[in-house]
């Protein structure tokens, strides 16, 4: 991605913290688990707005359907949000960027869109996330599949803006030295420059 288009910015303080997951919405991106860690912290007195944003997959065999989509919104558990033409905004109102996802990613490009903005982000241990995020560094890395420790995760970040901040700054660094499209660009270029004999 290109660092100059998603711009660093400090995240805005919120009365109630903000977790964004943006995403298809398939089973397999780990929606129904940042539900239920949520709910897990709900009990515990901790509470953060979960916005959602994203593209319906109804002929997909993985895909959540809009009337569980609308039961959680309407029991409060999500924002939903829908369809989003400008996700790097929501990011910016975001106090962290979630997406335990257990679908084979590559690197997810919310993640590095969260990162160069200089948000801390939680995944899960799985596909491209732990590619790009490093554990207590620039975001926190879970145990796939365990809504237990992800709501241990995320009850750590919301309770820690000063480490999400620190995330942040380092997720932006990781994202310059190493995911800058116009660093890939220069290495591809120099890959056929090398492979061409020129």
């Given at each position: 991605?290109?660092?100059?288009?998603?711009?660093?910015?400090?995240?805005?303080?919120?009365?109630?913290?903000?977790?964004?997951?943006?995403?298809?919405?398939?089973?397999?991106?780990?929606?129904?688990?940042?539900?239920?860690?949520?709910?897990?912290?709900?009990?515990?007195?901790?509470?953060?707005?979960?916005?959602?944003?994203?593209?319906?997959?109804?002929?997909?065999?993985?895909?959540?359907?809009?009337?569980?989509?609308?039961?959680?919104?309407?029991?409060?558990?999500?924002?939903?949000?829908?369809?989003?033409?400008?996700?790097?905004?929501?990011?910016?109102?975001?106090?962290?960027?979630?997406?335990?996802?257990?679908?084979?990613?590559?690197?997810?490009?919310?993640?590095?869109?969260?990162?160069?903005?200089?948000?801390?982000?939680?995944?899960?241990?799985?596909?491209?996330?732990?590619?790009?995020?490093?554990?207590?560094?620039?975001?926190?890395?879970v145990k796939s599949n365990s809504a237990q420790e992800l709501a241990v995760e995320l009850e750590y970040l919301?309770?820690?803006?000063?480490?999400?901040?620190?995330?942040?700054?380092?997720?932006?660094?990781?994202?310059?030295?190493?995911?800058?499209?116009?660093?890939?660009?220069?290495?591809?270029?120099?890959?056929?420059?090398?492979?061409?004999?020129?």
């Amino acid at each position: 991605i290109n660092p100059d288009i998603y711009k660093f910015s400090i995240e805005k303080k919120h009365e109630i913290p903000i977790v964004l997951f943006a995403s298809r919405m398939l089973w397999s991106k780990g929606l129904g688990d940042l539900i239920e860690a949520k709910k897990i912290l709900r009990q515990k007195n901790i509470h953060f707005v979960l916005n959602v944003a994203g593209i319906l997959a109804e002929d997909d065999k993985d895909a959540i359907p809009l009337e569980l989509i609308h039961h959680w919104h309407n029991e409060g558990l999500i924002n939903w949000l829908g369809r989003s033409s400008n996700v790097y905004e929501l990011i910016q109102k975001s106090n962290i960027v979630a997406l335990p996802s257990i679908y084979p990613e590559g690197v997810p490009r919310l993640l590095l869109e969260a990162s160069s903005v200089g948000r801390a982000c939680i995944a899960y241990d799985t596909g491209g996330c732990d590619s790009l995020i490093i554990h207590n560094y620039n975001g926190l890395i879970v145990k796939s599949n365990s809504a237990q420790e992800l709501a241990v995760e995320l009850e750590y970040l919301l309770k820690n803006p000063q480490i999400r901040l620190e995330m942040g700054a380092n997720g932006r660094k990781r994202v310059k030295e190493l995911f800058s499209s116009i660093l890939v660009i220069n290495k591809t270029l120099q890959i056929y420059k090398d492979t061409i004999g020129c």
